[in-house]
């Protein structure tokens, strides 16, 4: 009896030895998680405003823009064709720079929505429509820049076809 006494006492050991690894397993897989949870908040938190940078960045773009595309029809007016192409090219670039802070918006975006798809909190969700906001703003505003990237181009279009200098 007493050998079968011993058997169960080793045995009772030996499971108290396994929960208490078992726990210690627990305690580094918990912090290990407990940090990861932080450093993704933190990288959806970096990417909605990134994407909110972004989309200023292509709003003010699309200003720039505007303001390029009034001084090439002011200067296609005033028949002077070099302003005028000059400010048609700084329409295009601003364009392209409206372009450039809309594909960054959409890539801050996904940096967000990938945060969110692993870590089911409401402030990454938060973060992530943000960010898919501020592209599709950012997307606008590159559309409309182009628009009047174009219609700057085409005044001084004009303006050389009817031989104003």
Not at 39 to 66: D, M, N, Q, R, Y
């Amino acid at each position: 009896m007493n050998d079968d006494i011993e058997k169960i006492y080793a045995k009772l050991v030996a499971h108290e030895t396994e929960i208490i690894n078992l726990r210690k397993g627990y305690m580094i897989v918990s912090e290990r998680y407990t940090k990861a949870l932080a450093s993704l908040k933190e990288l959806t938190s970096s990417a909605a405003e990134a994407a909110k940078k972004a989309c200023l960045a292509a709003e003010h773009a699309k200003g720039a823009t505007e303001r390029c595309a009034n001084a090439a029809r002011e200067a296609a007016s005033q028949s002077v064709i070099a302003a005028a192409e000059a400010a048609a090219e700084a329409a295009k670039f601003s364009a392209e720079a409206a372009i450039q802070a809309a594909a960054a918006a959409s890539s801050a975006a996904a940096a967000a929505a990938a945060a969110v798809a692993h870590q089911a909190e409401a402030s990454s969700l938060q973060a992530s429509a943000e960010a898919a906001s501020a592209t599709k703003r950012a997307a606008e505003a590159a559309a409309e820049a182009v628009k009047l990237a174009n219609l700057a181009s085409d005044s001084a279009n004009s303006l050389r076809s009817s031989g104003k200098s």
